[in-house]
């Protein structure tokens, strides 16, 4: 009997330490799997092709367009600069990089919607340039602002519905994942071009006012 109470006390102090071991095992498993996720999310993966940029790029831009949707009584200027410099950077680099390589590889159907998303690109400029010199408050930005968005649904819509199933059919992975990476490259470019004029003008509006 007292060897089988040995036995069993022993079981028992093993538990805890080994119930220990499981549970820091498992916490170890899980922040592993965050600090993946977490990399994902903050570095782009490797080869990333031209289509899958763009996606990203819609994905980003569709959640400010909720963001407006969910409270279009409020004043959203703050949110439309954000929406501004993504929609002129993406456009920037369809216009300068995508549509010409899809203009010259491309047939005809591709060529016709390719230039018809040039033709939305310029009316979403119009719109863009029209509310970045309103007051968010007002009714007119309110209501522009709204017109911005359904534009610019539109456009995703035609371009991931139409435009990104021929190129993936027409165009080899290996030129798309090029694509990809020139213009990843033209994106970062592009900002930093556009933050250094924005500090430029900001420098020589304070000096005016001296």
Avoid: C, W
């Avoid at 993966?45 to 899958?52: I, P, Q, R, W």
């Avoid at 279009?72 to 501004?84: E, G, Q, V, Y």
């Avoid at 456009?91 to 016709?112: C, Q, S, V």
């Amino acid at each position: 009997m007292a060897t089988a109470k040995t036995s069993t006390a022993s079981k028992s102090a093993k538990s805890p330490n080994n119930n220990k071991s499981t549970k820091s095992n498992g916490l170890t498993s899980l922040i592993g799997k965050v600090t993946k996720a977490a990399t994902r999310l903050v570095a782009p993966a490797a080869g990333v092709d031209a289509v899958s940029l763009l996606e990203t790029d819609h994905d980003l831009v569709q959640e400010m367009f909720e963001k407006v949707k969910a409270s279009p009584n409020r004043d959203h200027s703050s949110t439309f600069k954000r929406i501004k410099l993504e929609l002129d950077t993406h456009a920037h680099i369809e216009e300068t990089i995508f549509y010409p390589h899809l203009m010259k590889k491309g047939d005809k159907e591709l060529k016709r919607i390719v230039r018809e998303g040039v033709q939305e690109h310029m009316q979403a400029k119009t719109l863009l340039t029209s509310l970045a010199r309103m007051q968010g408050k007002s009714e007119n930005f309110k209501a522009k602002l709204k017109v911005l968005i359904e534009n610019i649904e539109h456009h995703v819509s035609e371009e991931e519905n139409e435009m990104f199933p021929l190129v993936r059919k027409q165009i080899p992975t290996e030129q798309l994942e090029n694509l990809g990476r020139l213009m990843e490259e033209e994106k970062t470019a592009f900002k930093k071009r556009r933050a250094a004029r924005a500090k430029a003008a900001k420098k020589r509006a304070a000096s005016a006012t001296a």
